[in-house]
């Protein structure tokens, strides 16, 4: 992670876990950056790095092959927090709330699903609740 990856992943933690939202699940890409962002996430919401759940169909992944890992969430689980890369995850975004989101690095999409299952989350069916991104702080 560079320099402003080390800044930017920690303080984007913080801000996130500081506004009170219930993640009951992380799951990331194995890729160096998204699990070192995981885990700077797992430390600010007081979740174990352990129970970070590795998928590596998350790297380099289209849309399809994002709602196969979200289909196949246990329903035990009410949220879910993921980490991986672009364009795949700014594209999910469009899909789930029809609203066009480029996600910048480090970037948080709050999507509130109208579904109970996540086997029937399909297009437009989520509510874009929440978007941050680091570069909304440097003055």
């Given at each position: 992670?560079?320099?402003?990856?080390?800044?930017n992943?920690?303080?984007?933690?913080?801000k996130?876990s500081?506004e009170?939202?219930?993640?009951?699940?992380l799951?990331?890409?194995?890729?160096?950056?998204a699990?070192?962002?995981a885990?700077?996430f797992?430390?600010?919401?007081?979740?174990?790095?352990?129970?970070?759940?590795?998928?590596?169909?998350?790297?380099?992944?289209?849309i399809?092959?994002?709602l196969v890992?979200i289909?196949?969430?246990?329903?035990?689980?009410?949220?879910?927090?993921m980490?991986?890369?672009?364009?795949?995850?700014s594209?999910?975004a469009?899909?789930?709330?029809?609203?066009?989101?480029?996600?910048?690095t480090?970037?948080?999409v709050?999507?509130?699903i109208?579904?109970?299952?996540w086997?029937?989350?399909?297009?437009d069916?989520g509510l874009?609740i929440?978007?941050?991104?680091p570069?909304?702080y440097i003055?």
């Amino acid at each position: 992670m560079n320099r402003r990856g080390q800044h930017n992943a920690p303080f984007m933690a913080e801000k996130f876990s500081s506004e009170n939202h219930a993640i009951d699940a992380l799951v990331s890409s194995p890729a160096t950056r998204a699990i070192e962002t995981a885990k700077y996430f797992a430390s600010a919401l007081k979740m174990e790095e352990s129970s970070i759940c590795l998928e590596k169909s998350i790297y380099d992944a289209s849309i399809s092959d994002l709602l196969v890992v979200i289909n196949a969430l246990p329903e035990s689980l009410g949220s879910v927090m993921m980490f991986g890369h672009n364009p795949g995850f700014s594209h999910l975004a469009y899909y789930l709330t029809g609203q066009p989101i480029e996600m910048p690095t480090c970037s948080i999409v709050l999507i509130e699903i109208a579904q109970e299952k996540w086997q029937h989350i399909v297009a437009d069916s989520g509510l874009l609740i929440h978007f941050d991104y680091p570069k909304k702080y440097i003055s």
